[in-house]
């Protein structure tokens, strides 16, 4: 079935450096990878997400990655900061009638000051 | 937009009880799931509506667990007969079809089963 896999689990950076975290899925159908920030006792939060028509999309500090063919994407934050520090979740999803993302087990990332 | 709204928040319920949570999804999204995650976990898929009809249920979905969208908007998951393994945090997130169906999620709803 599907599967989506993630790593690391946790991350710990100096304020300022960057931050990558990897993800690789199972299903070569799947079309749609987005990523969510989730803090402490709180929902996901849509960070970035990407379509599989495009190979790499920016928005200010984050970008994100997508290798159709190695079947994996990446989420890289440049300049973080404490504020960046939740776990984040990397998702993928197939637009076949079948509406479900199916997640990853999570990073936990701690930037400190 | 006031985003996906859960209710409640919190539940601490006895076992054997039986309880339900309710969403409001964003405004004019016709797309509407449930997810449950618990500690260490990501969220795993739950049920998925369109509009008013249920089109989606997975197997982690047993007859204790029933979801309902009655007019379209917003939905009520009920869980008869809690276990102590159905302690988690249950997500709704909604989405608009038409609009490359971004999935937004809510802040979730905690249940304790003690």
């Known amino acids: 079935g599907e599967n989506v896999e993630q790593h690391p689990s946790t991350l710990s950076v100096q304020e300022g450096d960057s931050a990558v975290i990897k993800c690789t899925y199972s299903?070569?159908?799947?079309?749609?990878f987005p990523w969510y920030k989730q803090e402490l006792g709180k929902g996901p939060q849509l960070i970035i997400d990407?379509?599989?028509?495009?190979g790499e999309k920016k928005d200010q500090r984050i970008a994100v990655t997508l290798n159709k063919t190695a079947k994996h994407f990446s989420l890289h934050i440049t300049e973080t900061q404490p504020e960046d520090s939740a776990v984040y979740f990397c998702?993928?999803?197939?637009?076949?009638?079948?509406?479900?993302?199916?997640f990853g087990t999570g990073t936990r990332l701690l930037v400190s000051p | 937009d006031t985003g996906v709204s859960q209710d409640p928040r919190h539940k601490i319920t006895k076992r054997g009880q039986n309880v339900t949570f309710r969403c409001d999804p964003i405004?004019?999204?016709?797309?509407l799931y449930w997810y449950r995650q618990t500690l260490g976990q990501g969220p795993e898929f739950l049920t998925y509506?369109?509009?008013?009809?249920?089109?989606?249920k997975s197997r982690l979905l047993s007859d204790r667990f029933s979801a309902e969208r009655p007019k379209g908007s917003f939905s009520t998951l009920e869980i008869q007969r809690t276990e102590q393994g159905d302690s988690a945090m249950y997500l709704c997130?909604?989405?608009?079809?038409?609009?490359?169906?971004?999935?937004?999620f809510g802040e979730g709803s905690w249940l304790t089963v003690v």
């Open positions: 299903d070569s159908a799947s079309n749609y």
């Open positions: 998702a993928a999803r197939w637009d076949t009638g079948f509406q479900k993302l199916v």
């Open positions: 990407i379509r599989s028509n495009v």
């Open positions: 997130a909604s989405s608009q079809g038409s609009s490359g169906n971004t999935i937004y």
């Open positions: 509506f369109q509009n008013e009809a249920q089109l989606e």
């Open positions: 405004s004019e999204h016709n797309r």
